[in-house]
């Protein structure tokens, strides 16, 4: 099986920026991709950004050109990095591997935007 493990979300005032990392672990065989999905309080979870094994990036509207998606390959981990963070971005932020055995989700990690 694959554990998927978010870190870095927190408390951040609008304007501010906050880098989220995700690391998988355990049972991996090929990685097809990995991207970030957030889901807010009463609203579906929506896709943020993803990231293929060969390097190509796909981004929501919303996000595009604030959110920037990355990736490690020898460290099985992807980055999501955001800037001019706005209190629609406040959600759980979650990490999600599609690989050759299955698709995996992490327990997700609280962004809150507020002043």
């Known amino acids: 099986q694959v554990q998927l493990v978010e870190s870095g979300g927190g408390l951040v005032q609008p304007g501010g920026s906050l880098r989220l990392s995700c690391t998988a672990s355990?049972?991996?065989?090929?990685?097809?991709?990995m991207g970030w999905y957030r889901q807010a309080p009463g609203k579906q979870r929506e896709l943020v950004a993803a990231?293929?094994?060969?390097?190509?990036?796909t981004y929501s509207d919303s996000m595009k050109g604030r959110f920037t998606i990355s990736r490690n390959n020898a460290k099985n981990t992807v980055y999501l990095q955001m800037n001019s963070l706005k209190p629609e971005d406040t959600a759980v932020y979650s990490c999600?591997?599609?690989?050759?055995?299955?698709?995996?989700w992490g327990q997700g990690t609280q962004v809150t935007v507020s002043s």
């Open positions: 999600n591997t599609a690989t050759s055995r299955g698709i995996y």
């Open positions: 355990g049972s991996i065989f090929g990685i097809y991709a």
């Open positions: 990231i293929t094994a060969g390097g190509t990036t």
